[in-house]
């Protein structure tokens, strides 16, 4: 039982980059629920991930509320597509969902207050010009951020506050912020194609990350 870390993640990870390479090969298609499947398969995998832990090494409620996380991500995978508010939307519940996991992992620390505040300072200071060209929407779109910048912020602490074995998780939950970055600047102003590929490659392996903390206790 202790090497199924290793299989599952042998097993997994290929399956992951099948999708992804799925749905960035059919771009130029356009929106369909066959590529949605593909780009919401590669977040499945994070799912499936989260409740192999949960299931095989009883991790409790706290697992769950990991797995309901993830799963809050795979939705706005889909919605994201159809509707750019509802995805985001939802990816602010998901990271809700993430806060209320971490705080239940380990007590927060000061010290993730200024993190926190500098994160949501910088994409404040990134995205000024779009976000004042919105006018009173702009200031709506704030809200996102603030939630993402609390979540990075608290997870980073957590491989001090809760064991190193949390130390993917927190690399996972600032790669989760950059590539949101490029979401945001591809929403805003506008992306290549190479930009949108990277960083939904980078959001694939943040939630997969988030989730194997779930085997890493094996």
């Known amino acids: 039982m202790k090497d199924f870390p290793s299989v599952w993640a042998a097993l997994s ?6 999708f992804f390479a799925v749905y960035a090969a059919t771009r130029p298609l356009g929106v369909s629920l066959w590529r949605s499947a593909a780009k919401c398969g590669a977040t499945f995998v994070a799912v499936a991930t989260a409740v ?14 990991l797995v309901l996380a993830l799963t809050l991500c795979c939705a706005a995978d889909f919605l994201i597509e159809r509707s750019f508010a509802a995805g985001v939307a939802v990816f602010g519940l998901a990271h809700a969902a993430f806060i209320a ?13 200024p993190l926190g505040l500098a994160l949501f300072l910088a994409a404040g200071i990134l995205f000024y010009r779009e976000l ?6 702009g200031a709506a779109l704030l809200l996102y951020p603030a939630v993402l910048a609390a979540m990075t912020a608290l997870a980073a602490a957590l491989p001090f506050t809760a064991g190193p074995r949390y130390g993917g998780f927190a690399l996972g939950a600032a790669a989760f912020a950059v590539s949101d970055v490029f979401v945001a600047k591809d929403a805003l102003s506008g992306a290549t194609d190479r930009q949108r590929n990277g960083a939904l490659l980078l959001y694939y392996l943040a939630v997969y990350a988030m989730a194997f903390v779930q085997l890493s206790s094996a």
């Open 52 to 65: 192999l832990g949960a299931v095989l090494y009883g991790s409790g409620a706290a697992g769950w509320l």
């Open 13 to 18: 990870l290929p399956l992951m980059a099948a």
């Open 101 to 113: 996991y971490i705080l239940g992992a380990a007590r927060p620390v000061w010290a993730s207050l």
């Open 132 to 137: 004042r060209a919105l006018g009173g929407k």
